[in-house]
């Protein structure tokens, strides 16, 4: 799939998910986190500081979010498949985390960071996150800026060339994670292996997480 991990994505993956017990711990928890329980990202040096443009074209920094939880994906708008269906699923978690325990679920904020700021203007990623969930914000920037905070998020892309300048495809990294209210690192959110079938469970799968580490 032109859009797929390749080997060294692969590799980073594997590595995140070790870190995360590979298991993704939080499926079918408690309805909150144990006392004793630790973050499978605990310590990684995942995220950082970050001025991007909204789809309103307004200035997001990092510093916005002081004190909330951030879903946190990877991907373009222009994306034939995978991205589609993974923010879908995504976004169905966390509605249906929001619906069982609406005051936890609003300390969520969902972000959605392009890859492919060349074509993700605010105008090409607001009716893009407006499809899938009401407050999930859409952030582009300039070249610079996106390559930045990939980078402190261990998330690579490249671009993959098409039929013409403007039909081309990026691969990226395939990655959701979880940020605590201080913007550290908490845990991968279950995503479908795009060499598998589609789980039809994942949304199911990322409510169980949320409800477990999400106080």
Not at 10 to 17: D, G, M, W, Y
Not at 72 to 95: E, H, N, T, W
Not at 102 to 107: F, I, Y
Request: net charge neutral.
């Amino acid at each position: 799939m032109m859009n797929g991990l390749n080997m060294g994505q692969k590799a980073v993956r594997a590595s995140l998910l070790l870190l995360a017990g590979v298991a993704l711990a939080g499926c079918g928890g408690p309805a909150g986190p144990a006392a004793d329980a630790r973050p499978p990202l605990e310590g990684a040096k995942i995220g950082g500081p970050f001025t991007l443009t909204d789809q309103d074209g307004k200035t997001v920094r990092d510093t916005d979010f002081a004190g909330k939880y951030r879903l946190v994906y990877f991907g373009y708008s222009f994306c034939p498949d995978i991205c589609p269906v993974d923010v879908q699923k995504l976004m169905r978690g966390l509605a249906a985390f929001e619906k069982s325990d609406a005051a936890r679920g609003a300390k969520v904020q969902p972000i959605f960071i392009t890859v492919d700021p060349a074509r993700d203007t605010p105008a090409a990623l607001k009716p893009f996150v407006a499809r899938y969930h009401p407050r999930l914000l859409g952030l582009t920037g300039t070249p610079e800026q996106i390559a930045e905070v990939a980078k402190a998020f261990v998330v690579t892309y490249h671009k993959v060339d098409g039929s013409a300048p403007d039909r081309y495809l990026m691969a990226h990294s395939q990655l959701a994670f979880l940020m605590d209210p201080a913007g550290k690192p908490l845990v991968l959110l279950p995503l479908d292996d795009p060499s598998t079938d589609i789980d039809e469970g994942a949304p199911d799968k990322v409510a169980a997480d949320l409800q477990k580490w999400v106080k």
